[in-house]
């Protein structure tokens, strides 16, 4: 157990809707990245939040967007759904943006998009 | 930009065998190293990592990996594979600039299949 949750597991949308997905990062950790993993591909950086300030972005259009609550805890919020938005999203969290630090992954959402 | 190469996409291999995937990066710069596995169904596990040091580095379950700066590669190695090590083993990296943490950057994975 790495101590970082999300939810949901698992759910489907349909192309055009919303979806919201959350995440608890390990206890005092600062830092959460969100990544998604499309089928055999290895996971792709979205964005990391810092202190509830986005703190550098991936190569993903603005209707992938994000929330750090004071808790540190967060949320990933994609609207206008794709069918290539069908993929495993991972959290990950670490104790603040030191890239000496051990990076702690979730077991992710898969979001499949009908 | 960045990336990272893994060079084998499946390997398929029996009980006892010896294993090297390799990994490749491509950044000029001072880089942090690891290896995640990804067992069916469970979260990313992370095996090890380089941040400076030895550049033999000894990881969890048998496993170690070489920073071979010169040829910008991360393999990594387990003298003597099980049935439980079958699993996605993904190579990443973090540029170092100057100790802020850059996202990391995941290799494409490769499956590995050990024969009971």
């Known amino acids: 157990e790495t101590g970082v949750t999300q939810s949901p597991t698992h759910l489907i949308k349909t192309r055009g809707q919303q979806v919201t997905l959350r995440c608890s990062s390990q206890?005092?950790?600062?830092?959460v990245s969100w990544y998604q993993q499309a089928l055999g591909q290895g996971p792709q950086f979205i964005f990391q939040y810092y202190r509830e300030e986005e703190n550098g972005r991936g190569n993903f259009p603005p209707r992938f967007s994000g929330l750090q609550f004071p808790n540190y805890s967060s949320e990933l919020n994609v609207n206008a759904l794709e069918l290539d938005d069908s993929a495993l999203y991972l959290c990950?969290?670490?104790?603040?943006?030191?890239?000496?630090?051990?990076?702690?992954f979730g077991e992710g959402s898969w979001l499949t998009v009908v | 930009a960045q990336s990272v190469s893994q060079h084998n996409h499946h390997v398929i291999l029996s009980e006892a065998a010896s294993l090297e995937l390799g990994c490749n990066y491509s950044y000029g710069g001072t880089v942090n190293l690891f290896w995640y596995v990804q067992y069916p169904g469970q979260h990313l596990q992370l095996l090890l990592k380089y941040f400076s040091g030895d550049p033999l580095v000894k990881g969890i379950k048998g496993f170690e990996a070489e920073f071979i700066k010169s040829k910008f590669s991360f393999n990594l190695r387990k003298p003597s594979v099980q049935w439980s090590d079958t699993a996605e083993y993904f190579c990443?990296?973090?540029?170092?600039?100057?100790?802020?943490?850059?996202?990391?950057?995941f290799g494409k994975g490769t499956k590995l299949s050990v024969k009971p």
């Open positions: 990443a990296v973090i540029p170092n600039y100057g100790g802020s943490q850059g996202n990391l950057i």
């Open positions: 990950a969290s670490s104790h603040n943006r030191n890239s000496g630090n051990t990076i702690y």
């Open positions: 206890s005092g950790h600062n830092t």
